[in-house]
């Protein structure tokens, strides 16, 4: 029971990560109706800033507090994401209203590969670390109501707990300021929208802003558990099957699907593996998603998907 | 009445407009005046609807021009439209479904919003202070549609009738001096209409809103409008006050031919 528990508590802090990514894509795709193959480069290339601006930036100013060094990177990196999300809207999407979802998808996979690009060419493509004093130690938790207690992650706490923070401050922004009811209106309607007045380029702006803050804030903490590694994109893709779970459209959807993920990778992982072979986790959350489109296309919270013939 | 009739504000000049084949509009022209209520009648897809979506620039027109208080706008947007204080509703409501009554209503404040996205997110003091105006503003426009009870309600779950009531408060809430109505009182019953009449007759004389209105209730059009443009198959056939129209033989023919 307490190995079950600790499995569990183990992918839904891993989970968190998840809802955090699939939020940023949901947001994207709610505003734009672009499906975002980019949010993964996204991933890469903010925590490929962060790890070069992090020795850089102390540098050129002469710092040697890790802290303030670690503070300015982030800074720079946020900075960085913003004018990326920026030239986006510009140079891409603005050219590209009123296409078809194909050609909105194509145009995210070239700018995840200018983006990757251009994050090697910039930033350098060794294995770089991001050292934001993560606790690594495990604790052990409960010991007097399970056997033996359970063994938590500091590390996987701590990223989970800034998730969620991050998740639920968030959804306070898109509830409460006029900012965020100007997005829920594009997202509902964008012809009504810009009739009352709602510039829709600068709301495109925001949501994919949102989405680097998103894309930075995981490339720090996967970066600095695994490493700043080309891999980064990949995990970070792992979030686009949880936003097919939660249905495309839903942000309870990608929170949820996002720990519904992490569970289900984690638990394959401990009881299937020994069976099947390992790595389960690497292809669990496809599997699932593909259950889910054949049985419920919308996925979990999405709206139903009706094609008038 | 207590309003004035003023100048012209709104003039449209040989307006065509077509898609593919069909021609939609065609040589459109006339004028609105401040504060009037102008009525656009004809039969179904006669181009009234294409007419006020070129008007607030949801259509470009292949050829004309609109002229906005002597500003002359050849691409109109809804966007530039709103800023120049044109609000409207929509034939098939387009409100937010997702969001409460009050949230759509809200969403009409969005270009007075003055504080920037910063002390928004900071929840800060003038950011918090201007939400708390905005929202005061807001219960006024309730008041004034009647429509307390459902302030907190998801507008889907509303019938049709109130829908049509929050789509109109949405428009109101935006302050305009031009309101473009595309059949507000279509689907309603007697009472509705009545009440929807009550309210754009109020917009128009309390805050002198200038109204263009298509409706297809021929009763509630000649009560209620100054003067009425009668479109047939995109072209103009009558331009006038309601007892002009409703006199001229063209136009009788057409909403006979039409089996109105
Ligand atoms: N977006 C559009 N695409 C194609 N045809 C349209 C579009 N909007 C209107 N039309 C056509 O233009 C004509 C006028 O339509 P509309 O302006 O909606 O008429 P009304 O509002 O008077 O009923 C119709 O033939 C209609 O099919
Ligand atoms: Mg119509």
Redesign the pocket.
Known sequence: MGFFVETLIGGLMAGMLYSLVALGFVLIFKASGVFNFAQGAMVLFAALAMARFAVWIPGWLGIDNALLGNILAFLAAGGLMFAVAWVIERLVLRHLVNQEGATLLMATLGIAYILEGLGTSIFGSDIYKIDIGMPKDPVMILEGTFEGGLLINKEDFVAALIAAVLVGLLTLFFQKTSTGRALRAVADDHQAAQSIGIPLNRIWVIVWCVAGVVALVAGVIWGSKLGVQFSLATVALRALPVVILGGLTSVPGAILGGLIIGVGEKLSEVYLGPHIGGGIEIWFSYQLALVFLLFRPQGLFGEKIIDRV | MSREIGEVILDLKNVSLA??G?K??TDISFDVREHEIRAII??????????L?VINGV?RPQQGEIVLRGRRFARMNPYKAAQAGISRTF?NIALFKGMSVIDNIMTGRNLKIRTNLLLQALWWGPARREELAHRAKVEEVIDFLEIQHIRKTPVGRLPYGLQKRVDLGRALAMEPSILLL?EPMAGMNVEEKQDMCRFILDVNDQFGTTIVL?EHDMGVVMDISDRVVV?DY?KKIGDGDPDAVRSNPEVVSAYLGAGH
Do not use: E, H, R, T
């Open positions: 898609f593919g069909v939609a509009l004809g039969p179904n897809g006669a181009g009234k609807s294409s007419m979506n259509y034939q595309d298509i479109l995109g």
